[in-house]
């Protein structure tokens, strides 16, 4: 069977966590803790980057710096993961969904405004696939409204528009370090970019069961207290160790990535230009970093179909996600403002194919063969 994910492992992360072991603590932000985070405000030019235990973590710590209150309303896709929504819904808000492109799935920025209430707080766009949604547009109308824009770049790490780093664009953004996700902390994992310096001490705080200990340890007050409200947003050690041996490699992995997403799609174009299937589309604004490899069928039952016939010979492929505006929690948190013209659509035509570090050619030629004799 060729799975349809493999948890990125070099074999250096063993060494790094061996030393982690060798340390006096496992807490958190540690040596390797600090290590990462100062690797990821090098790397992407972002103010401050801190370790989570997972992208949902983060996104909820975005939702408590931008203020969200019950009544809020944040404006964001309903083609995404529940985390997305999740974040705002546990501060109270109100979510509006808005319809998606059909070329990058992500949020039509031209459907942003129309959705925007004296209420409306935060836009959150998700790079799917890695791909940028449409940031100079998005920022213009948060700058003109005074809204927060916070990331979701999950999948994100290591694409770039016009030459930025996702998750350093908006306010602040959330990586995901999920063993799903490009690299991992060794199962889960995330970071918080704080790209606004007003924001960087209250992230902290709020990190840190809303205490001021990092302040405390760095010698800047004589004693913590309890000064915010916050939980424990920080991941131990040696998830931060299996992270930083990844990190060092991030050029060695996303070359490896991207080789196989050109693989496929230079093997499957023909079968577009026949009308057959849609393969991704990429704006020339974007760099990516070969997250996913998705095509789309002509219907829902041709999709079932086919992810059937590529079980019988041996390939394990899957789709997402289920709108979340007809979900049971995104009928209760929600509402979907303007018409569905390509979530629900599009949703329903998604196939992923296998797609990790390590992926062979030979897979890759097995996988778009059977994808082409399923078509004959
Ligand atoms: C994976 C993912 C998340 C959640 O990441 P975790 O690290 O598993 O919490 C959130 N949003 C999107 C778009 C994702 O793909």
Redesign the pocket.
């Known amino acids: 069977m060729i799975p349809f994910n493999r948890r990125p492992y070099l074999g250096t992360e063993d060494t790094y966590i061996q030393e982690a072991l060798q340390g006096q603590s496992l807490a958190g932000d540690g040596p390797y803790t600090k290590d990462c985070q100062q690797w990821l405000e090098e790397e992407f030019h972002c103010n401050r980057a801190f370790l989570t235990p997972?992208?949902?973590?983060a996104?909820e710590m975005t939702a408590i710096l931008a203020g969200i209150e019950p009544g809020d309303e944040v404006i964001m896709p309903s083609y995404?993961?529940v985390?997305?929504a999740n974040a705002f819904v546990l501060r109270g808000a109100d979510i509006v969904f808005v319809d998606i492109r059909p070329d990058t799935l992500n949020i039509n920025e031209k459907l942003i405004e129309d959705a925007i209430t004296p209420k409306t707080k935060a836009i959150v766009p998700?790079h799917y696939a890695g791909v940028a949604c449409e940031m100079d547009t998005i920022m213009e109308i948060a700058e003109k409204h005074k809204l927060f824009v916070i990331e979701?770049a999950?999948?994100g790490v290591k694409s770039t528009y016009h030459g930025k780093a996702l998750g350093t664009i908006g306010h602040l953004g959330a990586y995901?370090?999920?063993e799903?996700?490009n690299y991992t902390s060794g199962g889960?994992?995330?970071a918080l970019l704080v790209n606004t310096n007003d924001l960087e001490t209250r992230a902290e705080i709020i990190r840190e069961k809303g205490t001021n200990r990092s302040q405390f340890f760095r010698g800047q007050i004589d004693k913590y207290t309890w000064v915010d409200v916050g939980s424990s947003y920080l991941p131990g050690e040696l998830n931060a160790a299996y992270l930083y041996a990844q990190l060092k490699e991030a050029d060695h992995i996303n070359e490896d990535r991207l080789t196989s997403w050109k693989r496929y799609y230079e093997l499957l174009e023909p079968l577009c230009e026949e009308g057959k299937i849609s393969l991704p589309v990429v704006p020339e604004s974007c760099s990516h970093n070969a997250h996913m490899f998705y095509i789309k069928t002509n219907s829902l039952e041709e999709r079932t179909e086919l992810i059937q016939w590529l079980k019988q010979k041996g390939i394990q492929s899957t789709f997402h996600y289920v709108p979340l505006h007809t979900s049971t929690a995104g009928e209760q948190f929600g509402r979907f403002h303007g018409v569905d013209k390509y979530t629900t659509e599009n949703s329903d035509r998604l196939v992923r194919l296998p797609m990790y570090y390590g992926l062979t050619l030979k897979d890759i030629k097995y996988i778009t063969t059977t994808i082409r004799s399923f078509y004959e």
Not at 54 to 57: A, P
């Open positions: 997972s992208c949902t973590h996104l995404t993961f985390s997305t998700v979701d999950a999948q995901s370090f999920h799903t996700k889960e994992g995330g």
